[in-house]
């Protein structure tokens, strides 16, 4: 993967048919930093943030799930974007409470 990403460098920025971006798929496959640092290295901050739209999973939960999970690739990706976990907590408990209020009508 690192001598494809290396000569391809655009595909990190694709997307297949399920609107999936390359390290979405290729985290889902099992990828580490070990194995791939070059790919999980190059994705953007931006794309750290933006869920896979399959599992609904950030990069980091993705490289945590499975067989095949990676502890370091685990700490490498949320340790470049710690605050998505504050901000998708913040997001979830609004929603809580959101659909307790809803329920209590």
Request: without cysteine; charged residues 30%.
């Given at each position: 993967m690192n001598d494809f990403t290396s000569k391809y460098p655009s595909a990190l920025f694709l ?75 913040r997001r979830d408990i609004g929603n809580r409470r959101r659909r307790k209020e809803k329920n209590?009508?």
């Amino acid at each position: 993967m690192n001598d494809f990403t290396s000569k391809y460098p655009s595909a990190l920025f694709l997307r297949d048919e399920h609107n999936r971006l390359l390290h979405h798929v290729a985290l889902s496959s099992g990828i580490n930093m070990r194995t791939d640092a070059l790919l999980i290295s190059h994705i953007s901050d931006e794309k750290l943030v933006e869920k896979d739209p399959v599992s609904d999973l950030y990069p980091f939960v993705i490289a945590a799930s499975g067989e095949r999970s990676d502890l370091y690739t685990v700490y490498h990706l949320l340790g470049r974007n710690p605050s998505i976990l504050d901000n998708d907590h913040r997001r979830d408990i609004g929603n809580r409470r959101r659909r307790k209020e809803k329920n209590k009508e």
